[in-house]
């Protein structure tokens, strides 16, 4: 009976795990570039039943385990905007941008100048190219990004947007803002992906389905739960008949 309890509450942890792995996908709907994150879960075999009286003592008892979340890195919609600073990701890769953390890769695209004359994320972090950040000068018109990711604008080029991209991308992980940290040093894109410019890449959490599983997941937990509760109360019925035995 507490097998099942303990049992019951894995799968509780695991759900509510994934809750908030839901929540946080149907958050960011409207996130340019977010890339949503999945659950996994892996089942844990115990070797035997240590509490259990009854018969095949040595029969293995099955518990979940939160085995990570990997990033879903399926291609967003790309949505033209008709923003010159614009530009949109399509293949395996990842724009480079400075923070005052470090540096940070990120698929958000829209892109726009500081009082500085530098291209910078909607959030303000120095977008980098090749040569490091991309600066202009005031007299500069037709600013421009081509489908190499060259920049260029009506005195010539400016530079060219850094796309990198990872050996293991599911090692990223989330430092805010729609960035991402590694710990392993980015390796150039190449011919992995090129840019669309004057476009966004949109989330691309799906909202129905998203929606269906969070219905879904609640449902599986509210009847665990009930499960739990039922064994907790036959486990206390249990004892209660069982000190009513002692003193009869």
């Known amino acids: 009976?507490?097998?099942?309890?303990?049992?019951?509450?894995?799968?509780?942890?695991?759900?509510?795990?994934?809750?908030?792995?839901?929540?946080?996908?149907?958050?960011?709907?409207?996130?340019?570039?977010?890339?949503?994150?999945?659950?996994?879960?892996?089942?844990?075999?115990?070797?035997?039943?240590?509490?259990?009286?009854?018969?095949?003592p040595d029969r293995r008892l099955s518990y979940v385990i939160d085995a990570g979340t990997p990033l879903d890195l399926s291609q967003g919609p790309i949505e033209t905007t008709g923003n010159p600073l614009n530009a949109a990701i399509r293949?395996?890769?990842?724009?480079?941008?400075?923070?005052?953390?470090?540096?940070?890769?990120?698929?958000n695209g829209a892109f726009e100048l500081n009082a500085q004359g530098q291209l910078v994320t909607s959030d303000g972090n120095l977008v980098l190219g090749d040569g490091g950040p991309i600066q202009f000068n005031p007299q500069e018109t037709g600013a421009a990004i081509g489908p190499d990711g060259t920049i260029s604008t009506n005195q010539g080029n400016r530079g060219k947007l850094?796309?990198?991209?990872?050996?293991?991308?599911?090692?990223?992980?989330?430092?805010?803002?729609?960035?991402?940290?590694?710990?392993?040093?980015?390796?150039?894109?190449?011919?992995?992906a090129r840019v669309e410019p004057g476009a966004v890449e949109r989330s691309n959490v799906s909202p129905v389905l998203t929606m269906t599983r969070m219905m879904e997941v609640n449902r599986i937990y509210a009847l665990v739960s009930d499960s739990v509760s039922r064994m907790d109360a036959l486990r206390g019925s249990a004892i209660q008949r069982l000190a009513d035995i002692g003193t009869a």
């Open 162 to 192: 850094r796309l990198v991209r990872f050996s293991d991308p599911q090692a990223l992980s989330n430092a805010g803002a729609n960035l991402y940290a590694a710990t392993a040093a980015p390796l150039p894109a190449g011919t992995q």
């Open 91 to 107: 293949g395996d890769a990842f724009f480079a941008v400075q923070t005052p953390q470090g540096e940070r890769y990120t698929r």
């Open 1 to 56: 009976m507490q097998n099942a309890q303990l049992i019951g509450l894995s799968a509780q942890v695991a759900l509510g795990r994934e809750l908030e792995v839901i929540a946080n996908n149907m958050a960011n709907v409207s996130t340019t570039g977010f890339k949503a994150r999945t659950t996994r879960f892996q089942e844990y075999l115990m070797p035997k039943a240590s509490a259990e009286t009854f018969r095949r």
